[in-house]
T-cell receptor, first 115, second 116 residues
Framework: KAGVTQTPRYLIKTRGQQVTLSCSPISGHRSVSWYQQTPGQGLQFLFE???????NKGNFPGRFSGRQFSNSRSEMNVSTLELGDSALYLC??????????????FGQGTRLTVV | GENVEQHPSTLSVQEGDSAVIKCTYSDSASNYFPWYKQELGKRPQLIIDIRSNVGEKKDQRIAVTLNKTAKHFSLHITETQPEDSAVYFC???????????????FGQGTILTVHP
């Protein structure tokens, strides 16, 4: 069974640009969550999608957005990039993200560097 | 929202010793507590988890204990080996107001170094 796949693995962007990251969950997983990982802030929740609907959102500015397609693949977009957006962006998929918790499987991440 | 505090931030042990990492959480409705291991340059991977209906769970050299009254849970690694060196994260889903869905609030991480 293929794991969670994120593309691209590395990105270098200039301030003010926008970027789109992609995540393909494990087959059969319908919940996809996104996290930002930085040395100073650790792992911070961005948002979660289930059946193409955003069900939960973290405390990030509106420049961070996402969506999920009917095949459960998800994308996140960051517009007007700032230097502080440099981070490892991880997505995680779960079989069921309901009432009693479910194991989250992480992708390898996309390392975004904003210069 | 949920707040998860993790201690210590760094832990250095000799091979064969035990290591204990502790996390406290604020949302008394949280009901699922996973632990993730992240090796340098790699993705976080689940090593053990516990649900609120049990107090302890073991898997070979790794165990997790949960104290719901005190709102803390701990990771115990016995007979540590150099390959246990990594960053360990605890997490909990915020439940206030209903189902947390896929959201996990993570602790700040513990850098564990096992010296041969």
């Amino acid at each position: 069974k293929a794991g969670v796949t994120q593309t691209p693995r590395y990105l270098i962007k200039t301030r003010g640009q926008q970027v789109t990251l992609s995540c393909s969950p494990i087959s059969g997983h319908r919940s996809v969550s996104w996290y930002q990982q930085t040395p100073g802030q650790g792992l911070q929740f961005l948002f979660e999608y289930f059946s193409e609907t955003q069900r939960n959102k973290g405390n990030f500015p509106g420049r961070f957005s996402g969506r999920q397609f009917s095949n459960s693949r998800s994308e996140m977009n960051v517009s007007t990039l700032e230097l502080g957006d440099s981070a490892l962006y991880l997505c995680a998929s779960s079989l069921v993200a309901g009432d009693f918790g479910a194991e989250a499987f992480f992708g390898q991440g996309t390392r975004l560097t904003v210069v | 929202g949920e707040n998860v505090e993790q201690h210590p931030s760094t832990l250095s042990v000799q091979e064969g010793d035990s290591a204990v990492i502790k996390c406290t959480y604020s949302d008394s409705a949280s009901n699922y507590f996973p632990w993730y291991k992240q090796e340098l340059g790699k993705r976080p991977q689940l090593i053990i988890d516990i649900r609120s209906n049990v107090g302890e769970k073991k898997d070979q050299r790794i165990a997790v204990t949960l104290n719901k009254t005190a709102k803390h849970f701990s990771l115990h690694i016995t007979e540590t080996q150099p390959e246990d060196s990594a960053v360990y994260f605890c997490a909990a889903p915020p439940r206030a107001g209903g189902t947390s869905y896929g959201k996990l609030t993570f602790g700040q991480g513990t850098i564990l170094t096992v010296h041969p």
